[in-house]
T-cell receptor, first 109, second 119 residues
Framework: KQEVTQIPAALSVPEGENLVLNCSFT??????LQWFRQDPGKGLTSLLL?????REQTSGRLNASLDKSSGRSTLYIAASQPGDSATYLC????????FGQGTELSVKP | GAVVSQHPSRVICKSGTSVKIECRSL??????MFWYRQFPKKSLMLMAT?????????EQGVEKDKFLINHASLTLSTLTVTSAHPEDSSFYIC???????????????FGPGTRLTVL
């Protein structure tokens, strides 16, 4: 059974800092891995999708890596801004899309 | 990306009533849709997989007679919470999967969610 774990559960950083969010999964037989952003009381916004054959994806200040063999992914956020404050969820797609518990990020001005 | 809508965005109902939530894929056809439930400060829990033209597949522990799912067309799936009780209060999110013919590309797009409060 696939299990997805995200560390840390919460993170508070000053504006401008670069940061890394971690995601690990137990079953490497996946189609892809997605990183989502969720604002309080809202739905999910897809940030990056990495296919199982890829190593990383970049979008603006975001960079996500995938090491399928070790069951790990990282989301790197450069030059963080208060608007980046949200919960970040990673999810892996095998037969089903399984989510981690999320990392609640707070970027202080 | 593909757009998925949900209606209503928020509903408050009395205990014992039934509530229907609609999920639509606006610019693509989805043979498979998914229903998730999210508790405060918690992650998304998959409730069921909705297949167009056939019965939904429920996850372990989810009461299929409580949460009725109908996927009547390639763009619409509905979730009906029957005889709702306060413990059914939650945030319900639907998702639709886009796949290529070879099955090598799969991506899920999510609706904005429905906040259900049962008094």
């Amino acid at each position: 059974k696939q299990e997805v774990t995200q560390i840390p559960a919460a993170l508070s950083v000053p504006e401008g800092e670069n940061l890394v969010l971690n995601c690990s999964f137990t079953d490497s037989a996946i189609y892809n891995l997605q990183w989502f952003r969720q604002d309080p009381g809202k739905g999910l916004t897809s940030l990056l999708l990495i296919q199982s054959s890829q190593r990383e994806q970049t979008s603006g200040r975001l960079n996500a890596s995938l090491d399928k063999s070790s069951g790990r992914s990282t989301l790197y956020i450069a030059a963080s801004q208060p608007g980046d404050s949200a919960t970040y969820l990673c999810a892996v797609l095998g037969g089903k899309l399984i989510f981690g518990q999320g990392t609640e990020l707070s970027v202080k001005p | 990306g593909a757009v998925v809508s949900q209606h209503p965005s928020r509903v408050i109902c009395k205990s014992g009533t039934s509530v229907k939530i609609e999920c639509r894929s606006l610019d693509f056809q989805a043979t498979t849709m998914f229903w998730y439930r999210q508790f405060p400060k918690k992650s998304l829990m998959l409730m069921a997989t909705s297949n167009e033209g056939s019965k939904a597949t429920y996850e372990q522990g989810v009461e299929k007679d409580k949460f009725l799912i109908n996927h009547a067309s390639l763009t619409l799936s509905t979730l009906t919470v029957t005889s709702a009780h306060p413990e059914d209060s939650s945030f319900y999110i639907c998702s639709a999967r886009v796949s290529d013919y070879g099955g090598t590309y799969n991506e899920q797009f999510f609706g904005p969610g429905t906040r259900l409060t049962v008094l």
